[in-house]
């Protein structure tokens, strides 16, 4: 039996570098080289609404966004279904039941949340909704038979979560037959594309903290982004030794630099290594290498753009399709959510004789 893919984005700002490496790049390989039944990318936002609920306009205006990057970035919507997940009640309805099968203990425990209550200060308040998050994540992995899902290092204790659902379900309920598939997660092979670090060298890159780049980023303003970029702040002169560990600029190259970019833009150096060493041992100033991550991340912007630039004349259509999409969705989560009211004996329409 063939694959079934899912992964999905929240609509709060547009795609960045972060997430290309982390999970579309991912998903491009799929797309193109992977005999799968059925692909979904799910706009998130519902899950979006979990910490966003008093700015619904930027969840909402975000939905269009997040679709034009999409398919700007190569995602192709013939082979592709890109769904609104509040356009699919059946998640939520799938959501309400896995609720009974969690502890709030199991929820607070789980380390994706745990870092992101700190992020929001939810601390001393936290929303019902956000806490929910993982049960919600499971729910939409779930109704669709997902047996793949490729995302970022972060998400892991959500999958994890959701393998244990579908363990509570069946050791609850002791289906006839299976309902769920057990889905696992891919994720970059890179370590480095796991968690891309943010231009200042702080924090992961996330819309959040503005220390992305983003994939709809014009080419001024990417250069203005990568030579403010935090480096070796010990290394003044070109001649100074250089430290690679915690160089912003050097984990970018880590992540999107290969031995053909060398030739193309910096043939004086064999490949990243002979850069390194050169750069750690002196000889090599900040400048350069930032406008070598320059080139090499305009080469991967570029047609992005311009992609861009069709999808923002006919979004009216990419409306329909999203529209289109998640009642196609919404078709198929149905038929999960049959036979798991089934295995637990609330499909009520059979009480009539």
């Known amino acids: 039996m063939k694959d079934i893919i899912l992964t999905g984005d929240r609509p709060t700002g547009n795609l960045h570098l972060g997430h290309y490496v982390g999970s579309i790049k991912n998903r491009l390989n799929f797309q193109n080289q992977y005999d799968y039944e059925k692909f979904y990318i799910m706009i998130a936002d519902t899950q979006a609404l979990t910490d966003n609920h008093d700015n619904v306009d930027k969840v909402k205006n975000n939905i269009i966004q997040v679709a034009i990057d999409y398919i700007s970035a190569g995602i192709d919507p013939n082979k592709v ?31 994706t949340i745990k870092d992101e209550i700190k992020q929001r200060n939810f601390d001393k ?29 972060d998400q892991l204790p959500m999958i994890e979560q959701t393998r244990e659902i579908v363990n509570s379900f069946n050791f609850t309920y002791k289906p006839k037959q299976e309902v769920f598939k ?51 702040p ?19 190259l880590d992540a999107f630099c290969e031995d053909r970019h060398f030739q193309q833009y910096l043939p004086e150096f064999q490949n990243l290594e002979d850069l390194k060493n050169k750069y750690k041992h002196g000889g090599v100033g ?41 009642e196609d969705a919404s078709k198929d989560a149905r038929k999960t959510l049959i036979k798991m009211k089934e295995a637990m004996g609330i499909d009520y329409k059979k009480l009539l004789k």
Do not use: W
């Open 286 to 326: 900040d400048v350069k290498i930032k406008l070598f991550l320059f080139k090499i991340i305009e080469e991967l912007l570029t047609p992005i753009r311009e992609k861009r630039k069709e999808c923002l004349e006919n979004i009216n259509e990419i409306y329909k399709l999203l529209f289109k999409n998640s």
């Open 182 to 232: 057990f889905p696992k997660a891919i994720i970059p092979e890179k370590k480095i594309c796991q968690r891309l670090p943010g231009l200042d060298g702080k924090l992961k890159m996330s819309k959040s903290a503005g220390n992305a780049i983003y994939l709809c980023d014009d080419t001024e303003t990417v250069k203005q982004k990568i030579m403010s970029a935090y480096t070796d």
């Open 81 to 111: 279904n890109i769904f609104i997940q509040s356009m699919v009640p059946e998640l939520s309805e799938i959501t309400t039941y896995f609720m009974n099968l969690v502890s709030v203990a199991r929820l607070q425990r789980n380390p």
């Open 125 to 153: 308040s936290i929303p019902i909704g956000f806490l929910n998050y993982p049960v919600s994540q499971a729910a939409d992995i779930l109704a669709f038979q997902t047996t793949i899902v490729p995302v970022g290092e």
């Open 234 to 252: 010990n290394h003044i002169h070109v001649q100074d030794p250089g430290k690679i560990e915690g160089n912003i600029v050097f984990s970018y």
